[in-house]
């Protein structure tokens, strides 16, 4: 089984979005939280999100008139923090 969790955590929304969704402590402790009843059910393999192509995000329509951005600075962060 695998489990990709953590990219809404880091996702960013609003005009003047200063801090992701979820705070990094959050993220950390709800995922180490999924990743002990993933294990306990016979889950093996847990990822975080991927970087992004930050210039990509900034120039998507969708992205820009759902006013949704990602970081990779954020992403990393996360990364980080679970390994």
Same mark, same amino acid.
């Given at each position: ?10 996702? $960013? ?21 999924? $990743? $002990? ?43 980080? $923090?679970?390994?």
């Amino acid at each position: 089984m695998s489990c990709v969790l953590g990219g809404n955590d880091v996702t $960013r929304v609003g005009p003047d979005a200063g801090k992701p969704q979820v705070s990094l402590a959050q993220s950390v402790a709800n995922l180490r939280r999924l $990743r $002990r009843i993933g294990g306990a059910a016979g889950g093996r393999v847990g990822m975080t999100p991927v970087p992004v192509l930050e210039e990509r995000v900034t120039a998507s329509p969708t992205f820009h008139y759902s006013q949704v951005t990602w970081s990779n600075s954020d992403v990393v962060a996360l990364y980080e $923090r679970l390994r």
